[in-house]
């Protein structure tokens, strides 16, 4: 069991990201995320109560779709 909680998961292979996951795996900064993050049509937002993951695969869509941000 203890096996489980110390094993890390690569970033490339997680589903949902922390937003300073997200900003180290991309190079964006935290608070552009977290502005991206707050807009309505934001794609790529996953709220679970307080806490807000980014989706990892609808991010890396997001971020080849626009030219600057």
Excluded at 13 to 36: D, H, M, P, Q, R
Excluded at 45 to 68: A, D, P, Q, T
């Amino acid at each position: 069991m203890n096996e489980n909680k110390n094993r890390k998961v690569p970033i490339w292979e997680k589903l949902l990201l922390t937003v300073e996951e997200a900003s180290a795996y991309s190079g964006i900064g935290k608070n552009k995320i977290y502005e991206e993050l707050k807009k309505d049509k934001c794609s790529f937002v996953l709220r679970n109560g307080r806490c807000v993951l980014v989706k990892r695969k609808e991010f890396e869509k997001f971020i080849y779709s626009v030219n600057e941000i």
